[in-house]
């Protein structure tokens, strides 16, 4: 079983920056692809980045790419999306999302954070 808390959500004007974390509860010899995904008003969850056990592999949505950068620190449970150059469009809840693979959600989840870009 993994437990997944989202902190970093908040308010930025468009051309912005925000970090979003989440913290991870595993079992220790977890291997677990983590992951972001986010759901605007009206729309579908969608897949917006994920990193692997070993920080190796990265996946991107194309929307993203060259302004987000996921990391994570194994030795805090943690895994950080940075997020540049915010849009009004990038305006979510951001889950984290643990047990996946590439771009595909794992079965676990958090409650996730909102992060609204005004324009």
């Known amino acids: 079983q993994v437990q997944l808390v989202e902190s970093g959500g908040g308010l930025v004007q468009a051309g912005g920056s925000l970090r979003v974390s989440c913290v991870a509860s595993?079992?220790?010899?977890?291997?677990?692809?983590l992951g972001w995904f986010r759901q605007a008003p009206g729309k579908e969850r969608e897949f917006v980045a994920a990193?692997?056990?070993?920080?190796?592999?990265?996946y991107y949505a194309d929307s993203v790419k060259g302004r987000f950068t996921i990391s994570r620190d194994n030795a805090k449970n943690t895994v950080v999306l940075q997020m540049n150059s915010l849009k009004p469009e990038d305006t979510a809840v951001y889950y984290c999302?643990?047990?996946?693979?590439?771009?595909?959600?794992?079965?676990?989840w958090g409650k996730g954070t909102l992060v609204t870009v005004s324009s």
């Open positions: 990193i692997s056990w070993t920080g190796s592999s990265t």
């Open positions: 595993a079992p220790t010899d977890s291997r677990y692809v």
């Open positions: 999302n643990a047990g996946g693979l590439g771009t595909m959600s794992g079965d676990y």
